[in-house]
T-cell receptor, first 107, second 115 residues
Framework: DQQVKQNSPSLSVQEGRISILNCDYTNSMFDYFLWYKKYPAEGPTFLISISSIKDKNEDGRFTVFLNKSAKHLSLHIVPSQPGDSAVYFCLTGDMRFGAGTRLTVKP | KAGVTQTPRYLIKTRGQQVTLSCSPISGHRSVSWYQQTPGQGLQFLFEYFSETQRNKGNFPGRFSGRQFSNSRSEMNVSTLELGDSALYLC??????????????FGPGTRLTVL
């Protein structure tokens, strides 16, 4: 059973536009969520995190939103750049990754 | 500071064999976690070691085992390999227990192919 779901396996956006990646979870026992980015042939790298005491955390072009009642988090990238093209994973505090969303940013 | 290193980077084995993968964490990190990445299942947590003790375990059969040494280096062993074990195996290190939400730093992975 998938306890962390990223329902969009891929997303394509134009450079300069907003990218929105979504993640749904079932286990609300953990109050900390992270996003990782993965390029081909490399391990995932930490991108941004959020704890349940917040509903938003911003770091430059990256913003993560948390909706605890809906058990949903999203990652916004604005403006999107071609270098953002990668696979994005959400990770819940119990070490469960989503299946990933492949983001392609077209010049 | 050197990053997480994994050896070997690529490995080809046949069904029924066993394999040992190695991971050296970032200096000073005491936690090492192992993950399996496959196209169909995404990234799945195998286990986490902290101070030479397995602290957390994912939902994998007993053929998958690991250990951690006093210098925090970790090895993962898979016995009686099956075709479905073909995957990218990633290890990640963190200062404290990863499940405590400490940021993990990933190695490049070992790509295992089982024929």
């Amino acid at each position: 059973d998938q306890q962390v779901k990223q329902n969009s396996p891929s997303l394509s956006v134009q450079e300069g536009r907003i990218s929105i990646l979504n993640c749904d979870y079932t286990n609300s026992m953990f109050d900390y969520f992270l996003w990782y980015k993965k390029y081909p042939a490399e391990g995932p790298t930490f991108l941004i995190s959020i704890s349940s005491i917040k509903d938003k955390n911003e770091d430059g072009r990256f913003t993560v939103f948390l909706n605890k009642s809906a058990k949903h988090l999203s990652l916004h990238i604005v403006p999107s750049q071609p270098g953002d093209s990668a696979v994005y994973f959400c990770l819940t505090g119990d070490m469960r990754f989503g299946a990933g969303t492949r983001l392609t940013v077209k010049p | 500071k050197a990053g997480v290193t994994q050896t070997p980077r690529y490995l080809i084995k046949t069904r029924g064999q066993q394999v040992t993968l190695s991971c050296s964490p970032i200096s000073g990190h005491r936690s090492v976690s192992w993950y399996q990445q496959t196209p169909g299942q995404g990234l799945q947590f195998l286990f986490e070691y902290f101070s030479e003790t397995q602290r957390n375990k994912g939902n994998f059969p007993g053929r998958f085992s690991g250990r951690q040494f006093s210098n925090s280096r970790s090895e993962m062993n898979v016995s009686t390999l099956e075709l479905g074990d073909s995957a990218l195996y990633l290890c990640a290190s963190s200062l404290s227990l990863a499940i405590s939400t400490d940021t993990q730093y990933f190695g490049p992975g070992t790509r295992l192919t089982v024929l």
